[in-house]
């Protein structure tokens, strides 16, 4: 009986169970009403008709009371089917606060302006960024799990030289673009496309669209960027080295003609050979500083790979630091640190650093402190001095700018190109007190 009864209960639809229940609820009156019409004292004429009108009041009644509550929810159906379809802009009328029915389309129709917004939120951000794709010259490529063609911007188009529209859902094998995806993002690619050829930066990364992993693919055309660091590069090149020559040539070329007219000269002055050792002894010197700078460039140009080996960097620290012998320099000691360096670059470098420390805490009366820490990335050199502190930080690694009567301008240049080449870095900062420190990280 029970399976019975649950099983009709399952059949019946909302509006079927809702119309028996009301039966239900107006059954126990209805035949109390019956019951005292149809045995009491009263004429068939009275008991049918008043039995007609029990019957047709009620049926009435129960169908309205069915339409009242079906009706609202047909329209809250209507109003969620619109929201799902995204159409945002059909409302409830009649909304009212203050009963639960309002209340509720009241809600949807806040969820419909809610949804409305957001809608027109994202068609704003999707139109900025297709604007951005559009105009940004780097080819971005979007390709599913099978690795086809979804998505390419402008660039992107220029560069496989077709339209869109014969792009898209071709495989990325078809497209020469798959040894981009294959490819190490962190080496450049010497590639050549129908819209371009030359050194291409490749980055890629994923995401998920309708729950499938799809790939990211970004192109930047690095030929452009380098040909224009390499013109820069060799401006500033044959600017500094021009200048060097000026300066070097310049005076050779004066004293060189006073000494054509000093011979010419007929007789010739009496300390004609005095004048004529001097003005070759300005000659030789100035020859000697030309060469000497361009030594200090072949240095610079060719400093070798290093060569890693085992070295205990506290001991490296110490020797270097008994090297200087202008001024004492106090070794802070650190934990026993062992990395893998080229002891020799490692040791030029810290007698450049610890070099111009001394000779800034000199101008002061000041002094000088080394030492290291091992940190949990790296392992850090500071160089401390007390001197004047920096006062142009700008051109600090510009090769072969020195603000020193005697400097080649390299040493730090030097130092930051040995840093960089066992993979850390070198920086000079004006310490809080007087003087700098120069800090030098190293990988473990």
């Given at each position: ?21 009301s039966l239900a609820a107006a059954a126990p009156a209805a035949i109390v ?90 068609f704003e951000a999707t139109a900025l960024l297709r604007t951005i794709m ?152 100035r020859a000697e500083s030309l060469s000497r700078f361009m030594q200090a ?148």
């Amino acid at each position: 009986m029970k399976k019975t009864v649950k099983k009709l209960r399952h059949r019946l639809t909302h509006e079927g169970r809702l119309t028996w229940l009301s039966l239900a609820a107006a059954a126990p009156a209805a035949i109390v009403a019956l019951v005292l019409l149809w045995f009491g004292d009263h004429t068939p004429k009275v008991q049918w008709t008043l039995t007609l009108l029990i019957a047709g009041f009620g049926l009435g009644f129960i169908l309205n009371a069915r339409e009242h509550v079906m009706r609202p929810l047909q329209t809250m159906t209507n109003l969620l089917a619109a929201l799902r379809e995204g159409d945002y802009s059909i409302r409830a009328r009649g909304a009212r606060a203050d009963d639960a029915l309002g209340e509720a389309l009241l809600e949807i129709n806040a969820l419909g302006e809610t949804l409305r917004l957001q809608r027109l939120g994202a068609f704003e951000a999707t139109a900025l960024l297709r604007t951005i794709m559009a105009e940004i010259d780097v080819a971005v490529f979007t390709f599913d799990p099978e690795r086809r063609l979804r998505l390419v911007n402008r660039a992107g188009e220029d560069l496989l030289g077709q339209p869109i529209d014969k792009l898209l859902g071709r495989r990325a094998k078809d497209l020469n673009l798959d040894v981009c995806l294959d490819a190490d993002q962190d080496a450049p690619l010497t590639l050549s496309f129908p819209g371009a050829s030359g050194r291409w930066g490749v980055k890629r990364s994923s995401f998920r669209e309708r729950g499938l992993p799809h790939e990211l693919l970004v192109l930047t055309d690095l030929s452009r960027t380098l040909r224009e660091e390499e013109r820069n590069a060799w401006q500033r090149l044959v600017r500094v080295i021009g200048h060097e020559m000026n300066n070097s040539l310049a005076p050779i070329k004066s004293i060189a003609g006073s000494l054509e007219t000093l011979i010419r000269r007929d007789p010739p002055p009496a300390d004609w050979r005095d004048d004529a050792r001097s003005g070759l002894n300005i000659i030789a010197t100035r020859a000697e500083s030309l060469s000497r700078f361009m030594q200090a460039y072949a240095r610079l140009a060719r400093l070798p790979q290093p060569q890693m080996e085992p070295i205990n960097l506290g001991e490296l620290i110490k020797r270097v630091a008994n090297l200087e012998t202008r001024i004492a320099v106090r070794v802070v000691p650190g934990a026993d640190v062992t990395i893998n360096a080229d002891a020799a670059q490692l040791e030029q470098l810290l007698i450049n650093i610890l070099h111009n420390a001394a000779e800034a805490s000199l101008e002061t009366k000041g002094t000088v402190t080394a030492g290291w820490r091992d940190l949990a990335e790296c392992v850090e050199v500071f160089v401390r001095d007390t001197g004047p502190g920096i006062m142009n930080p700008t051109n600090l690694f510009v090769p072969f700018f020195t603000t020193k009567p005697g400097g080649s301008g390299i040493g730090l240049a030097l130092s930051r190109q040995i840093a960089e080449a066992h993979g850390g870095s070198l920086t000079l900062a004006n310490r809080a007190g007087p003087g700098c420190e120069a800090l030098l990280r190293l990988p473990k």
